[in-house]
């Protein structure tokens, strides 16, 4: 990355500018700390529109929201390209738009009241078909009325029936029938002049009376059916028509306006851009990062369009500089489906290192470590290979599709070692014994294994954590983790000696070395330093979690292929062992991935990365 500056005439900003979003490869530095010399910060100032510009951006802005609006109300659908200049439209277009939103609201509006409408009406048949029933069992006359009602509780209906008699002296029917929706709806006929009486009783018992609007008055209860199925239609039409507007206005409008949406976002993404630059009298001056391997190519392209009178100079990257440097990660093909990986994570600093190359080596070994077994390992790269074939096109499952079979080879590399196929089904069918070791018994020799590999893993990231420090210039930084190294070396060296792998004399020796560098330890990293090292010791330990999580895998293919085998039919043996390999690949994918991360995330990475970098996020379309 690198520190650019570019000037020229100020009446060449707006086109510059143009010309850097086309490109996408450079990302304006508003501050100018670190780019203006001092003896010049009287001199330039922060770049101002004149009173045009600004009239222009409001204008523009205005616009903007309306037109955002219009493609809110109208629904979404293709539409065709349209050749139009935006630039010659744009007053036009400021003219019509009013006209169209207006009439966009008009539609939406119409079928928001239409669909309430239609809901309100839906409502009612459901009760009218229940209570149609109910009805065509009474001779509908002028003297008689009929009251609908919703019965919360089949146990009220007894009550209801007896509190009417009590006004009514018997004169009333009351039945009662279940909705489509299971509501338990009644139907009262009694005459006219009791008819209040009874509605004033339903209500003392908060018993809610089925209320129709106006349009219901004057009908009977079969017109009122007749009434909503008419009426549901008529909806039906509406909405249609309507419907068949708004494509109408979308088809001869959204094209335009959506071409001269992408212009106005594009004229004040300028117009913003050129509040981050910075002017003299006479100049403009656009500070800000890019690639280095980019700068020749803009070099070429600003001498093409302006004639050398816009210049672009690379500044000297100074210390100061190194905290706000943006940061792009770019790796080689085999490490790129990694980032899938170290996306999870902050962005490291610029001064620190990408972690996406380290997690690319060691994230595969330690999979293949814990999952071990050749015939999982073929069966998951099978998967890789239909996952990438099938959703090839999405990035992150492509990603991590690549991660999966290049761990899985790994996982068939360990498991050739291990002995191990579906299990221990080599030796149990052919009498073949593991190249290496048998996992299952030799838990010794995996415990240490596991841990000789979080030792190199985790001074790799000391060793690192102390060149980090030495680039950022932190002497005691560095010292502190070099000593640090040591110790651990010191009291691995004890350790062995004391458990008979190095001779005993040597322990003391070690020992006194230990003491010697403690006081140093203190110096360099401080009163909390002892438990910083214990906190690397503790880190080494952690590793033996490979064994232990591929003890456990292990021992799961030996159970399903010892139950199939104990079944005494070939197919049940089958099936039982295949249900119980299944569940073991399953938790051989998940496990080992989460394991490994965190092996790499909280173990390995906070060793010498350091996180806080800036996104590279350079000006473009």
């Known amino acids: ?165 009590r006004i009514t002296d018997w004169k009333f029917e009351f039945t009662t029938n279940a909705a489509d929706d299971g509501t338990l709806v009644g139907l009262i006929t009694v005459e006219k002049g009791l008819s209040d009486k009874v509605k004033k009783s339903l209500s003392d018992e908060h018993v809610p009376e089925l209320s129709f609007p106006a349009s219901f008055s004057g009908l009977s209860f079969s017109e009122k059916v007749i009434f909503v199925k008419k009426r549901m239609r008529e909806i039906e039409d509406e909405n249609l028509k309507l419907q068949a507007d708004q494509q109408r206005l979308a088809a001869q409008w959204m094209p335009i306006y959506l071409k001269v949406r992408e212009w106005i976002q594009d004229r004040l993404l300028i117009l913003t851009a050129t509040a981050s630059a910075f002017e003299t009298r006479m100049c403009f001056f656009i500070n800000g990062w890019m690639p280095s391997h980019d700068i020749e190519g803009l070099r070429k392209s600003l001498d093409e369009a302006f004639r050398g009178e816009v210049v672009i100079e690379e500044k000297e990257m100074r210390e100061k500089d190194l905290d706000r440097v943006p940061i792009v990660l770019k790796n080689r093909p085999y490490f790129k489906p990694f980032e899938l990986f170290t996306s999870l994570l902050p962005l490291p600093a610029y001064n620190s290192y990408d972690p996406t190359p380290f997690i690319g080596i060691f994230f595969p070994v330690f999979f293949g470590m814990i999952l071990g077994d050749a015939g999982y390992g073929l069966v998951l790269v099978i998967l890789s290979l239909v996952l990438r074939k099938r959703y090839g096109k999405k990035q992150a499952v492509a990603d991590g599709a690549r991660i999966l079979f290049i761990s899985s080879l790994y996982a068939v590399f360990f498991g050739l070692l291990y002995g191990e196929f579906f299990g221990d089904l080599p030796h149990r069918l052919f009498g073949i014994e593991p190249l290496c070791i048998e996992r299952r018994t030799a838990i010794i020799p995996m415990l240490c294994f596991t841990a000789s590999t979080g030792v190199v893993h985790v001074f790799l990231g000391l060793i690192l954590g102390t060149l980090t420090a030495l680039r950022k210039k932190e002497r005691r930084e560095a010292l502190y983790k070099l000593v640090s190294i040591i110790i651990i070396l010191c009291i691995i060296a004890v350790i062995a000696s004391l458990s008979g792998f190095f001779p005993y004399v040597l322990a003391r020796p070690v020992v006194i070395v230990i003491l010697f560098l403690t006081p140093l330890l203190f110096f360099t990293g401080g009163l909390l330093a002892p438990l910083e090292l214990l906190k690397s010791i503790g880190n080494i330990i952690s590793y033996v979690r490979i064994m232990a999580i591929g003890l456990t895998s292990v021992l799961l293919a030996f159970v399903a292929n010892r139950l199939g085998g104990l079944t005494g039919d070939i197919v049940t043996g089958a099936a039982v062992a295949g249900l119980l390999h299944l569940l073991n690949i399953i938790l051989g994918v998940f496990s080992p991935t989460i394991h490994s991360l965190r092996l790499h995330y909280v173990e390995f990475f906070s060793k010498f990365v350091v996180q806080g970098g800036r996104r590279f996020e350079p000006l473009r379309k």
């Not at 304006?28 to 045009?52: L, Q």
């Not at 839906?122 to 002028?142: C, D, K, Q, R, W």
């Not at 609908?148 to 146990?155: C, F, M, N, Q, V």
Request: charge should be negative.
């Open 1 to 165: 990355m690198s520190k650019i500056e570019i000037v020229g005439p100020k009446a060449l900003l707006q086109d510059t500018l143009t010309l850097v979003r086309e490109l996408g490869i450079f990302q304006i530095e508003p501050e100018a700390v670190g780019f203006i010399e001092e003896e010049f910060e009287e001199r330039i100032r922060t770049f101002h529109h004149d009173e045009k510009t600004a009239v222009e951006r409001l204008f523009l802005q205005g616009v903007l929201l309306k037109i955002d609006e219009f493609i809110a109300l109208l629904p979404k659908s293709e539409v065709r390209n349209s050749y139009l200049e935006p630039r010659s439209v744009i007053d036009a277009v400021a003219k019509t738009i009013d006209r169209h939103v207006a009439h966009a609201r008009h539609l939406c509006s119409g079928m928001d009241a239409l669909q309430k409408e239609q809901t309100d009406l839906g409502h009612y048949m459901i009760f009218l078909n229940a209570l149609s029933s109910l009805v065509g069992s009474t001779v509908e006359t002028p003297d008689l009325d009929f009251i609908g009602l919703t019965i919360r509780e089949s146990g009220m209906t007894d009550h209801l029936r007896e509190a009417i008699s």
